[in-house]
């Protein structure tokens, strides 16, 4: 029989969880490791709410286990570190992304690309290396170990940081690995909602030209107005985009719905990149002549390694990069689960953990 998930560990924890695919959160006890001698254990203050919480509180990928905890975009200030840790200090402000483990011995890993290990450990609904389960940031208290573990700038508020771990890495490493981030290269950005909206300041930040594409009209003065794009495209205008063909060094495709990726290879530049992050349920057709007649490049990317990572939190911060975000209390969370299936968010929710999770024990 399973140990319950109380007693599991020595050290009580608290959050909310979903107990089956209706996905609605409830209060949740549970328990949390010993903070080992390369842990660091924090005290969360705040933590985003990604899509693909939704998704797993839901089962939609089909893998997930319950009681489920999600978040993995989590940051607090640090309560205990082990004997041996090096980086991190009682006190300090830290967050935790979407891994909280890898193999550490694997040519992905020795090259500081954890998040393409095949043996990485999400940070809530897998298992851990010791068998148990692993809970997300929804809770009162968390425990990595520091290679997993970032440090949060003070410059950088805690709220603001919590979305970066997820929405923030996911597309500045394409950006970054597909050489998109130099001064006057134009590139695109498929898609406005939290994806979007950060890849649409972080190439800003890196002195590109940004164009919006979007299949909604009422998002143009949002974009350019308030994000700071440059230009706006209806995919759905036929005459737009024709005008528009052949001008992009890149795209950022952050749609997780079906959609057609011809006309976005037509606004590329010949060698230009057209990278995925968003990732649809079904598979897209792909149309290859027109890769071939232009030298184009269809690629995928998927967050970031811990390296990576510290680094995009420290340009944010030196840049001023933050989110759009709504800070919203715990108990508000199934409401906010709900708008967020219905893109009624702008452009991020984030939960204020320190202030309005109070165990019912």
Same mark, same amino acid.
Request: glycine letters at 12%; proline letters at 6%; hydrophobic letters at 40%.
């Given at each position: 029989?399973?140990?319950?998930?109380?007693?599991?560990?020595?050290?009580?924890?608290?959050?909310?969880?979903?107990?089956?695919?209706?996905?609605?959160?409830?209060?949740?006890?549970?328990?949390?490791?010993?903070?080992?001698?390369?842990?660091?254990?924090?005290?969360?203050?705040?933590?985003?709410?990604?899509? *693909?919480?939704?998704?797993?509180?839901?089962?939609?990928?089909?893998?997930?286990?319950?009681?489920?905890?999600?978040?993995?975009?989590?940051?607090?200030?640090?309560?205990?570190?082990?004997?041996?840790?090096?980086?991190?200090?009682?006190?300090?402000?830290?967050?935790v992304g979407c891994m909280v483990d890898s193999c550490r011995t694997c040519q992905n890993c020795c090259d500081n690309l954890e998040n393409y290990c095949p043996q990485y450990t999400l940070t809530y609904g897998a298992k851990h290396k010791d068998g148990t389960i692993t809970y997300g940031g929804y *809770?009162? *208290?968390?425990?990595?170990?520091?290679?997993? $573990?970032?440090?949060?700038?003070?410059?950088?508020?805690?709220?603001?940081?919590?979305?970066?771990?997820?929405?923030?890495?996911?597309?500045?490493?394409?950006?970054?690995?597909?050489?998109?981030?130099?001064?006057?290269?134009?590139?695109?950005?498929?898609?406005?909602?939290?994806?979007?909206?950060?890849?649409?300041?972080?190439?800003?930040?890196?002195?590109?030209?940004?164009? $919006?594409? *979007?299949?909604?009209?009422?998002?143009?003065?949002?974009?350019?107005?308030?994000?700071?794009?440059?230009?706006?495209?209806?995919?759905?205008?036929?005459?737009?985009?024709?005008?528009?063909?052949?001008?992009?060094?890149?795209?950022?495709?952050?749609?997780?719905?079906?959609?057609?990726?011809?006309?976005?290879?037509?606004?590329?530049?010949?060698?230009?990149?057209?990278?995925?992050?968003?990732?649809?349920?079904?598979?897209?057709?792909?149309?290859?002549?027109?890769?071939?007649?232009g030298g184009k490049i269809i690629a995928g990317s998927g967050i970031g390694g811990m390296k990576e990572t510290q680094e995009m939190i420290d340009f944010a911060a030196q840049h001023n990069v933050k989110p759009d975000i709504e800070v919203i209390p715990i108990h508000y969370v199934n409401t906010a689960?709900?708008?967020?299936?219905?893109?009624?968010?702008?452009?991020?929710? $984030?939960?204020?953990?320190?202030?309005?999770?109070?165990?019912?024990?």
């Amino acid at each position: 029989m399973a140990t319950q998930p109380e007693i599991e560990h020595p050290n009580k924890a608290f959050g909310y969880a979903a107990r089956d695919p209706s996905g609605f959160l409830s209060p949740f006890s549970f328990s949390r490791r010993e903070t080992g001698d390369k842990d660091v254990a924090f005290k969360v203050m705040y933590c985003g709410i990604c899509h *693909s919480d939704l998704h797993m509180v839901k089962n939609e990928w089909g893998f997930s286990t319950y009681p489920l905890v999600p978040g993995h975009e989590v940051v607090g200030v640090v309560t205990e570190v082990g004997s041996k840790v090096e980086k991190f200090k009682v006190g300090d402000r830290v967050g935790v992304g979407c891994m909280v483990d890898s193999c550490r011995t694997c040519q992905n890993c020795c090259d500081n690309l954890e998040n393409y290990c095949p043996q990485y450990t999400l940070t809530y609904g897998a298992k851990h290396k010791d068998g148990t389960i692993t809970y997300g940031g929804y *809770s009162d *208290s968390m425990v990595a170990d520091e290679h997993f $573990v970032v440090g949060i700038p003070d410059g950088l508020p805690l709220d603001a940081a919590a979305p970066l771990l997820c929405a923030g890495i996911t597309v500045y490493s394409p950006l970054r690995y597909f050489g998109l981030d130099k001064p006057g290269l134009h590139v695109g950005v498929v898609g406005l909602g939290g994806l979007g909206h950060m890849a649409v300041k972080f190439a800003k930040a890196f002195g590109a030209k940004v164009t $919006v594409i *979007s299949t909604s009209p009422n998002k143009k003065e949002e974009a350019i107005q308030h994000l700071g794009a440059d230009s706006f495209l209806i995919s759905r205008d036929q005459d737009q985009m024709q005008g528009a063909m052949g001008t992009l060094d890149g795209i950022i495709d952050t749609v997780s719905a079906v959609h057609p990726l011809l006309p976005l290879i037509g606004l590329l530049k010949s060698h230009g990149k057209l990278v995925m992050v968003g990732a649809p349920e079904k598979p897209l057709e792909l149309p290859v002549i027109p890769l071939i007649m232009g030298g184009k490049i269809i690629a995928g990317s998927g967050i970031g390694g811990m390296k990576e990572t510290q680094e995009m939190i420290d340009f944010a911060a030196q840049h001023n990069v933050k989110p759009d975000i709504e800070v919203i209390p715990i108990h508000y969370v199934n409401t906010a689960m709900e708008c967020l299936l219905k893109a009624d968010v702008k452009y991020r929710f $984030v939960i204020d953990i320190g202030n309005t999770l109070k165990s019912t024990s």
